[in-house]
């Protein structure tokens, strides 16, 4: 009970019950068609309530930001009807929840996008991995370079689906700007060939999170990175420079928090903490789900004020009520993650619960 994780948080903007939070986790469970959430999600979010903080799925804020079946968008009011009964859920629960902006980038393809090509900053295809889409595996296809415009209707389009978010009742968003997708693809070597001023690599991230604040206020608007991590053809030769200058643009914005994960050999935490004068929440992104023990080392190390917990947060909709009374962990079930119905998704049992006959 005397966990670190369960102290209430008072940061600048933010105030949370606990530093549990939820960290974003894609479940591809809304309509395919329209990306409008079903009210099978709105369970699902109310369920995990004792989060101090819940960070929705990653969510389109353009169509050309889709990157998979069943994600789902937020570009117009029949999405924002949809958030609003999972924001009601949750609320009505005691939660809190962020939306999570995703735009993916060159991660999609025509097949998930009417046909169109996926925009990226330059003509960059991502080679040895193939992308799922609702007909089957496809290789990535070259992406179209963005143009000024292409540019500035994506900075657009993440304001405005911020502000969509604030009108179906989430309590903020935060910016996918991590694991590979359009603004991490404008922070690597290897995604952005550019030569305009984007070139600078950070120039895209700043914009996206300046016009998100202006459209909702800094206090509610949030910015997830990943410095290092190299999934999805991704190359930051030398993290270390180029996140310490993102974060000297973004250090006087007032964000209600940076979400940093940290993978691979660049200890971004231990790093980047300094430089940071707001709120930082940390995940550890290993290839087993973080311990309890080890987001308690980050909190009570001063790493992190808030620690999001990705697949044990999906794995137990209780983990606050877990972490305090020292209790074992449901183990994740990877056949359950994308897609489908309630199972392997409102099913894991909370504590003194049976475990149904379908877990296994
Ligand atoms: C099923 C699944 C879906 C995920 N979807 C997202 C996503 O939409 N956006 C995102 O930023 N990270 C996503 N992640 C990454 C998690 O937020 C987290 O960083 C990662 O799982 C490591 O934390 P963990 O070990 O606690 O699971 C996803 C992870 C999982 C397991």
């Given at each position: 009970?005397?966990?670190?994780?369960?102290?209430?948080?008072?940061?600048?903007?933010?105030?949370?019950?606990?530093?549990?939070?939820?960290?974003?986790?894609?479940?591809?469970?809304?309509?395919?068609?329209?990306?409008?959430?079903?009210?099978?999600?709105?369970?699902?979010?109310?369920?995990?309530?004792?989060?101090g903080?819940?960070?929705?799925?990653?969510?389109?804020?353009?169509?050309?930001g889709?990157?998979?079946?069943?994600?789902?968008?937020?570009?117009?009011?029949?999405?924002?009807?949809?958030?609003?009964?999972?924001?009601?859920?949750?609320?009505?629960?005691?939660?809190?929840?962020?939306?999570q902006?995703?735009?993916?980038?060159?991660?999609?393809?025509?097949?998930?996008?009417?046909?169109?090509?996926?925009?990226?900053?330059?003509?960059?295809?991502?080679?040895?991995?193939?992308?799922?889409?609702?007909?089957?595996?496809?290789?990535?296809?070259?992406?179209?370079?963005?143009?000024?415009?292409?540019?500035?209707?994506?900075?657009?389009?993440?304001?405005?689906?911020?502000?969509?978010?604030?009108?179906?009742?989430?309590?903020?968003?935060?910016?996918?700007?991590?694991?590979?997708?359009?603004?991490s693809?404008?922070?690597?070597?290897?995604?952005n060939?550019?030569?305009?001023?984007?070139?600078?690599?950070?120039?895209?991230?700043?914009?996206?999170?300046?016009?998100?604040?202006?459209?909702?206020?800094?206090?509610?608007?949030?910015?997830?990175?990943?410095?290092?991590?190299?999934?999805?053809?991704?190359?930051?030769?030398?993290?270390?420079?180029?996140?310490?200058r993102?974060?000297?643009?973004?250090?006087?914005?007032?964000?209600?928090?940076?979400?940093?994960?940290?993978?691979?050999?660049?200890?971004?935490?231990?790093?980047?903490?300094?430089?940071?004068?707001?709120?930082?929440?940390?995940?550890?992104?290993?290839?087993?789900?973080?311990?309890?023990?080890?987001?308690?080392?980050?909190?009570?190390?001063?790493?992190?004020?808030?620690?999001?917990?990705?697949?044990?947060?999906?794995?137990?909709p209780?983990?606050?009520?877990?972490?305090?009374?020292?209790?074992?962990?449901?183990?994740?079930?990877?056949?359950?993650?994308?897609?489908?119905?309630?199972?392997?998704?409102?099913?894991?049992?909370?504590?003194?619960?049976?475990?149904?006959?379908t877990?296994?």
């Amino acid at each position: 009970m005397d966990s670190p994780l369960l102290q209430p948080y008072r940061g600048p903007a933010l105030h949370l019950p606990n530093r549990v939070a939820m960290a974003p986790m894609t479940r591809s469970r809304a309509d395919d068609a329209t990306g409008v959430p079903v009210p099978l999600m709105g369970d699902y979010y109310a369920q995990r309530a004792a989060a101090g903080l819940i960070v929705s799925e990653g969510i389109w804020p353009h169509r050309l930001g889709k990157g998979g079946p069943g994600v789902p968008g937020l570009t117009g009011a029949e999405h924002a009807a949809g958030w609003r009964h999972v924001t009601r859920a949750v609320h009505a629960a005691g939660g809190r929840i962020f939306a999570q902006l995703w735009h993916v980038g060159r991660v999609s393809h025509p097949d998930l996008l009417d046909g169109e090509l996926p925009v990226a900053p330059s003509a960059v295809a991502i080679t040895g991995e193939r992308i799922y889409t609702a007909g089957g595996e496809r290789d990535y296809v070259v992406p179209r370079a963005m143009s000024a415009s292409d540019i500035s209707e994506a900075v657009t389009s993440h304001a405005r689906a911020a502000r969509l978010a604030v009108e179906a009742g989430f309590d903020g968003v935060e910016i996918s700007a991590s694991y590979g997708y359009l603004v991490s693809q404008f922070l690597s070597d290897s995604a952005n060939l550019r030569t305009d001023a984007y070139a600078d690599r950070v120039r895209f991230a700043v914009e996206v999170t300046e016009a998100v604040a202006a459209e909702i206020g800094a206090g509610r608007t949030a910015v997830r990175v990943s410095p290092g991590n190299r999934l999805l053809g991704i190359v930051e030769s030398d993290p270390a420079p180029r996140y310490h200058r993102l974060l000297e643009a973004l250090g006087g914005l007032g964000l209600a928090y940076l979400h940093v994960v940290q993978s691979g050999t660049y200890a971004a935490l231990a790093d980047l903490r300094p430089r940071w004068q707001g709120t930082l929440v940390a995940t550890y992104d290993d290839q087993q789900p973080v311990t309890p023990e080890r987001a308690e080392e980050a909190v009570r190390g001063g790493l992190a004020d808030v620690y999001a917990f990705g697949r044990a947060f999906l794995a137990n909709p209780d983990l606050p009520g877990r972490i305090a009374a020292g209790a074992a962990l449901n183990a994740p079930r990877e056949s359950g993650f994308y897609g489908g119905g309630a199972e392997g998704y409102l099913d894991y049992p909370r504590l003194g619960e049976a475990v149904p006959v379908t877990a296994g």
